[in-house]
């Protein structure tokens, strides 16, 4: 009797173990424990280590891949990613989120493929995960209003001339929004956004300047970057450029910009770090530093150029660099001013290759402020030329170094450039204010530049200290010695070490513009 009960008791065990009982508690399916992002709606779960092809999506059966839970899911959806790596390329529809736990916990390894396409219209949102290895572009955002945070790009190739390898490539996009992202070693630019909407790039929870000394103090150093300048938000090591901003889909007005660039480090990028064709922007607590380039090509930190759409009349477009920002060891110019654009200058501008900013062309204007340190960069400080404007109003000009070039017409012997500020080629020059200290050659040196109706050169320089150059203020051209006197500020409070003479007009040669070979500069995206 008891060996016929103990058989019953263990039959009726199994089959309550069978149906998921046991003393009244369900037995856990191998994915109840797994954790994910929480959210809130409708929600589709995702989990490599445990989840199926036939999975629904649900906390116990979830599915395997991305690329499953995007095929159910619609817009007002989320769709959220254990830690796991994932090997797939995705269509993502517009209106949809996609939460992973972190950038270093959920990998798209695109494999050779695209990795994630975003189309249609409506607000998405993409965080927590890395798309590494993709081909052609990493992220592809057409006409959609995209927010991506905590998302980082790694490691695009190309994938044909039409793909050159772009970390994210927007097209139409109505607004691109970068939280605490990372772009780096893509193969193509950080990030392209052609036509589309305002784009912002901002670590939110970062404030520490980059700057790393009391800066243009006595004892400061050019060039050094605060160690605690450590911002999530990254643009590095991307062969095609950092950001390109190209033809916005707005027209400029007072106080709209098309870039929005806060707390970010750009570091290391082939041929610009910020490229704005057409485009306006806002640089705000970032530097920009170590661009790079192969021989002349160019290696800028900062480009304001023309747009690549057809205008008969460009509108000029505003850009702002401000004191909280450095733009240093750049292979060619700090910033490159060449389009319809007026550029307010408030940063460090330092250890640059062949000038600290350059302005070139009629409708290219550049005001260096008072809060702007302009020091330890190559060849020239800064420079107008082709017509541009160059107004300096109570900033540090120092320690230019020397660069020596073959000029043209200079029979072949090279010339050691090394000046403060340049006006050259019908350029206009306002100095006020300005302590020019160290520059090796000239303070300040007017060549072939704009004219008055006097005929009288279009410089003046007023309240202005030049110490430690070779010559003081230098007017070359078939001026009278009044008319440099003129240029030179006499009697408006100018300070001369003695070393530097006030004025003349002794022939110095000088590179008219950034590029070798006496052409100007054309970037381009």
């Keep these: ?27 856990e399916s191998p994915c109840d424990n797994i954790s994910y992002p929480s959210a809130s709606g409708l929600v589709y779960r995702v989990a490599a280590t445990c989840g199926q092809d036939s999975g629904s999506g649900s906390r116990s059966a979830p599915f395997r891949t991305i690329a499953a839970a995007l095929g159910v899911a619609s817009s007002g959806s989320t ?29 798209v390894e695109a494999a050779g493929q695209p990795g994630i396409v975003v189309t249609g219209k409506g607000a998405t949102r993409i965080s927590g995960l890395t798309v590494n290895g993709a081909k052609g572009f990493g992220i592809r955002i057409d006409t959609a209003e995209v927010a991506l945070s905590g998302v980082r790009v790694s490691n695009t190739v190309a994938g044909g001339a039409q793909e050159p390898g772009h970390g994210i490539r927007a097209i139409g996009a109505a607004r691109l929004d970068l939280q605490s992202c990372q772009l780096m070693g893509n193969a193509g630019v950080g990030l392209v956004a052609l036509g589309s909407g305002p784009v912002s790039i901002i670590d939110p929870l970062f404030v520490k300047n980059p700057s790393g000394t009391a800066r243009g103090k006595a004892g400061s150093t050019a060039g050094i970057i605060d160690p605690l300048f450590l911002p999530h938000s990254i643009i590095k090591d991307n062969a095609g450029g950092g950001v ?36 306006g922007a806002a640089i705000s607590r970032s530097a920009v ?12 930190g900062v480009v304001v150029a023309p747009g690549v759409a057809a205008s008969a009349e460009p509108a000029t477009v505003a850009v702002q660099v401000d004191e909280t920002s450095v733009v240093t060891g750049n292979g060619r110019a700090g910033i490159l001013i060449s389009a319809n654009a007026t550029v307010q200058i408030g940063a460090e501008i330092s250890l640059n290759g062949r000038g600290g900013v350059w302005a070139q062309g009629a409708s290219a204007s550049a005001t260096v402020a008072s809060s702007a340190w302009i020091a330890g960069n190559t060849m020239v400080g800064v420079a107008a030329t082709a017509g541009g404007t160059l107004t300096v109003e109570g900033a540090r000009i120092a320690d230019t170094g020397t660069r020596s070039v073959v000029l043209p017409g200079a029979g072949g012997a090279t010339v050691e450039l090394a000046d403060g500020i340049g006006i050259f080629g019908q350029a206009h020059g306002r100095i006020s204010g300005a302590t020019l200290s160290g520059n090796k050659r000239a303070g300040i040196l007017a060549r072939n530049c704009a004219t008055l109706t006097n005929g009288w050169p279009d410089l003046l320089v007023e309240k202005t200290s030049i110490t430690g150059s070779q010559y003081g203020v230098v007017v070359n051209g078939a001026f009278p010695q009044a008319a440099i006197d003129a240029a030179e500020g006499s009697g408006n409070d100018n300070h001369f070490d003695g070393l530097a003479a006030k004025a003349s007009n002794v022939d110095l040669p000088a590179q008219d513009n950034l590029c070798e070979g006496g052409t100007g500069c054309s970037p381009t995206p």
Excluded at 1 to 27: D, E, K, P, Q, T
Excluded at 80 to 94: C, Q, R, T
């Design 1 to 27: 009797m008891l060996r016929r009960n103990a058989i019953a008791s263990a039959a009726v065990f199994l089959a309550l173990a069978v149906l998921g009982w046991i003393g009244g508690c369900s037995v």
């Design 79 to 107: 769709v959220v990613i254990a830690d796991g790596s994932y090997e797939e390329n995705l269509n993502m529809p517009a209106g949809v989120a996609v939460l992973g736990t972190g950038m270093d916990r959920v990998r």
């Design 244 to 279: 390109a901003i190209i033809d916005p889909l707005f027209l400029p007005t007072p106080g709209s910009v098309a870039l929005q660039l806060t707390a970010t480090n750009v570091q290391h990028n082939g041929r610009y770090g910020v490229g704005l064709f057409g485009a």
């Design 289 to 300: 530093q170590g661009t790079y380039g192969a021989g002349s090509d160019s290696a800028d």
